[in-house]
């Protein structure tokens, strides 16, 4: 039970298929107690029961895109149900349509939608974190290889991965001195609402499962249970790292 006594907020539960569902699995089983955020009504709904059974808090809404939301969310946390020790940001977007193909056909309108959610929502939530974690805390993001090798159809989200995992290590220093740790965990690919998004996801799957040196594809609990060990006192000295969570297979060159 190493959560035992922490709170935390999870941002971006879709339902029991997301990243976000296995991570709140995990703490859940090591103690901790959990609030979440939906970015519509619709999420609110489909994730309430959940949320229920894991912290019996009300889902707050919070549309990560529109100013100011992110920061009246945080301020109804406090004052509901006061300061929290982690929060876990799950949160992706780009158009599907420009997820295929080639790179170069990313709309302005595109690239700057998905960087704004995927990559400056992030800074967003760090930069009002120390309100609601005045005693210290840690915050995960969720990344992946494509920000670091080409991917094929990954695309402008590979872009927002890039940015989003250097963003880790400017956060993790400006917020060192207020005992507030920033990590990253890049995930393998693994079937979710957003993933199904990404053109010909089953090859990338396919392929992960057939290079990985454990032969098989990563888990919702392999992340989830990295992302705790991330967030608990486990991992007290460990700020700015992008930890991969994708059976080994980031560290595979060449296979014949
Ligand atoms: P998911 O669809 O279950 O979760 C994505 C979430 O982002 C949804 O809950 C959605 O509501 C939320 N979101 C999108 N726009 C938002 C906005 N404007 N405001 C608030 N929330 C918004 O998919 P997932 O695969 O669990 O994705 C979670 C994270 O994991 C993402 O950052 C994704 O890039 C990352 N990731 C996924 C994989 C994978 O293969 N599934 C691999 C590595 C990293």
Redesign the pocket.
């Given at each position: 039970m190493i959560m035992q006594g922490k709170k935390g907020l999870i941002?971006?539960?879709?339902?029991k298929?997301?990243?976000?569902?296995g991570i709140s699995e995990s703490l859940k089983n090591q103690g901790a107690e959990l609030i979440f955020?939906?970015?519509?009504d619709y999420?609110k709904n489909k994730i309430s029961d959940i949320a229920n059974e894991f912290g019996g808090h009300e889902v707050i809404l919070?549309?990560?895109?529109?100013d100011g939301?992110i920061e009246n969310a945080f301020d109804q946390i406090l004052k509901d149900i006061g300061p929290i020790d982690f929060i876990v940001?799950?949160?992706?977007?780009s158009d599907k349509n420009e997820l295929l193909g080639k790179y170069y056909n990313t709309s302005r309108a595109n690239f700057l939608n998905a960087m704004n959610?995927?990559c400056y929502?992030f800074t967003e939530v760090c930069k009002h974190s120390q309100k609601l974690m005045p005693n210290g805390g840690g915050l995960v993001?969720?990344?992946?290889?494509g920000s670091e090798k080409v991917v094929p159809n990954y695309n402008v989200?590979a872009l927002a991965?890039s940015a989003?995992e250097t963003s880790v290590r400017y956060l993790a220093d400006d917020l060192g001195e207020f005992w507030i740790r920033v990590n990253s965990?890049?995930?393998?690919?693994?079937?979710?609402?957003?993933?199904?998004g990404?053109g010909e996801?089953s090859k990338?799957l396919e392929y992960e499962r057939n290079r990985s040196p454990l032969k098989r594809n990563v888990t919702q609990k392999d992340i989830g249970d990295a992302c705790t060990f991330l967030l608990s006192d486990l991992a007290s000295g460990i700020t700015g790292e992008i930890i991969h969570v994708d059976c080994g297979c980031n560290t595979i060159g060449v296979k014949f």
């Open positions: 941002m971006g539960m879709a339902n298929f997301s990243i976000a569902y955020t939906a970015q519509t999420f919070c549309d990560v895109s529109k939301e940001h799950s949160i992706a977007f959610i995927s929502s993001t969720l990344t992946y290889y989200m991965k989003l965990i890049s995930a393998g690919p693994i079937k979710t609402l957003a993933a199904s990404v996801f990338i």
